[in-house]
């Protein structure tokens, strides 16, 4: 065996889990060097600590979708509540007259004060009554308070110099179609009925409605 000869000594070390393998060169009369116990280990060690952060990963991923399946099912469910909110406010489903119709608080004020009706309206601010403008003659127009759960009168006030009350009252009084009338032409929970401009104008929940003074008819505006 000849000094200094070179010796090439190739250990290679199995991959594991698809590494690179490691490879020791010796020379001269020394011993092929191998990886140590300690190397082996750092290999491995270094190719599966990947392996629990791709798990982490996927579960991230999935508790994602999870929740974004979770969230659309409560969007569609707020959606379909608000759909169904919008279509009881357009049945006028969403006023609350309390136990008194337009209907029974006209009767009401007419029992109370003899005249013609001009408009009957549920104020909602504070105590929910209905306010009914009587036309008495002239231009003199009695506001009547009916509270809208007993029925009974609780204010009056007298306006003598009321803006158009007569010509109005004119109007009304000839026409075949009465503020009761056009109030129970529109097949809702009314909230208001008032003549204005010719012809009756009636609300609804969230719908206007117009009736003409000729005939019980109702008309949905817009």
Do not use: C, Y
């Amino acid at each position: 065996m000849k000094r200094n000869a070179v010796i090439a000594a190739l250990t290679a070390v199995a991959v594991i889990g698809g590494g690179a393998a490691a490879v020791a060169v010796s020379s001269g009369d020394d011993a092929p060097a191998t990886a140590s116990p300690a190397d082996r280990v750092s290999l491995v060690s270094g190719q599966e600590s990947t392996a629990p952060a791709d798990r982490d990963d996927d579960q991230d991923a999935k508790d994602d979708d999870r929740d974004d399946q979770r969230d659309a099912k409560d969007d569609d469910r707020d959606d379909a509540k608000d759909d169904q909110d919008d279509q009881r406010n357009d049945k006028g489903a969403a006023a609350d007259p309390g136990n008194v119709t337009v209907a029974q608080a006209i009767a009401a004020a007419l029992n109370h004060t003899s005249g013609t009706v001009l408009s009957a309206d549920l104020d909602d601010d504070g105590d929910r009554r209905w306010e009914v403008e009587v036309a008495t003659g002239g231009s003199t127009v009695q506001e009547i308070e009916v509270d809208s759960t007993t029925g009974k009168v609780v204010r009056t006030e007298t306006d003598r110099d009321e803006d158009d009350a007569a010509a109005e009252l004119k109007a009304v009084q000839g026409a075949k179609v009465s503020a009761r009338d056009a109030a129970a032409a529109v097949d809702a929970t009314v909230t208001s009925v008032e003549f204005d401009d010719g012809h009756w104008e009636v609300e609804a929940g969230e719908a206007d409605w117009t009736v003409p003074l000729d005939t019980p008819r109702a008309s949905r505006e817009g």
